[in-house]
């Protein structure tokens, strides 16, 4: 069964693979049905194929960007006068352009085509339907599978002990020199863990949320490491976006762990607000000569794909320069969060 997702995901959502064979096996037996018909009655196979292209064109079109981009976006208005300009032109197409291709005579009974191309629209419109929503159930199906990968890394990283020991460890210490910072970093501990826990288990979150989390990880790790400096930057006005939780933590994470082998780690982050759309970028140095190697490959596999999932307008660009590592994350077409 999982073989068999496997594949349907590979080629069916590929939407060059799956139009690719949708057209080869049109151009197939629209050739063999005409190879049975009369000698007389066969049309030229050239003209046949590019006819079926010219329709297999008009319907994509109708699905992605009449049906998808309008209706299924509930711009009814605009649907309804692309939908009735979409009818006048295969109309148009059927009474002139097929004739003209095959080299048949024009038809010109407009009458009696309407009905069969009403129908026929609404045939294909159906079968869209049941496409569009059978794609969405496997995407849905991939994230909750992702999902469940997720929430058990993140519930394996929150009962790390070497995270846990470490910090249990900076607060003993803490106690000893200045006890009264003791009960605040306890606090500020466990709102980090428990932020973790409880986004882990949800598809989406708010981006005053998950900014909120950032700047106390980073005051958290400027106390737990004095040498480290963190600068954050804003551009534009802050928008509570809807977006998927802890996009930027494992980011920041790396930042922190491999700047840290230079001798004075540097971290800077800027955040851009602008209408629908928002980007985190943050970079840090590192020491070429540290004796363990940069690669965060497992964690930004990890991010890019939910990336895709959860939100299909969006980047991810590493850069890797000078002793700077470099991420920017990019999402166009943010919802405000409810």
């Known amino acids: 069964m999982d073989n068999f997702f496997a594949l ?20 197939i037996l629209g050739q063999i049905e005409n190879s049975l018909q009369q000698q ?12 079926g292209i010219c329709n297999y064109g008009l319907i994509v079109f109708y699905n992605h960007i009449i ?31 097929s004739p003209g291709i095959l080299g048949d005579p024009f038809k010109t009974d407009y009458a009696r085509l309407l009905p069969d191309i009403i129908f026929n629209t609404i045939l294909i419109s159906l079968f869209y339907f049941f496409h569009y929503f059978f794609l969405q159930y496997i995407k849905q199906q991939e994230i909750e599978l992702l999902n469940h990968k997720t929430e058990i890394e993140n519930l394996k990283q929150q009962l790390n002990p070497h995270f846990l ?18 009960s605040n970093k306890i606090i500020e501990l466990s709102d980090l863990l428990k932020y973790q826990i409880e986004t882990s288990k949800k598809d989406y979150s708010s981006l005053e949320g998950e900014k909120e989390f ?18 954050s930057t804003e ?20 930042a ?5 082998f230079d001798k004075n780690p540097i971290i800077n982050i800027h955040w851009v607000f602008s209408n629908s759309k928002f980007s985190f970028k943050i970079s840090n140095t590192f020491n070429d000569n540290q004796s363990e190697p940069f690669s965060t490959k497992s964690g ?10 959860f939100h299909p307008k969006s980047s991810l660009e590493i850069e890797e320069k000078n002793n700077v590592f470099t991420a920017n994350v990019t999402i166009w077409d943010l919802t405000i969060h409810a």
């Open 165 to 182: 020991f470490n910090s249990l460890n900076n607060l003993y210490g803490v106690s000893l020199a200045n006890p009264a910072d003791v």
């Open 300 to 309: 930004l596999k990890n991010l890019k794909k939910r990336l895709e999932l």
């Open 8 to 27: 349907i995901k590979k080629y069916y959502t590929n939407f060059a693979i799956r139009n690719g064979i949708l057209i080869a096996l049109g151009l």
């Open 40 to 51: 007389a009655e066969r049309e030229n196979p050239f003209s046949l194929a590019l006819l």
């Open 67 to 97: 049906l998808r981009l309008f209706l299924f976006q509930k711009r009814i208005i605009l649907f309804s006068l692309l939908f009735v300009s979409y009818m006048a032109i295969l109309t148009l197409f059927i009474m002139y352009g």
């Open 256 to 260: 922190i762990k491999y700047s840290n």
């Open 214 to 231: 950032i700047e106390k990880y980073i005051n958290y790790s400027k106390w737990k490491l004095q040498n480290i400096t963190i600068n």
């Open 235 to 254: 551009t534009g006005e802050a928008k509570n976006y809807r977006l998927t939780p802890m996009i930027f933590a494992p980011l920041l994470e790396n």
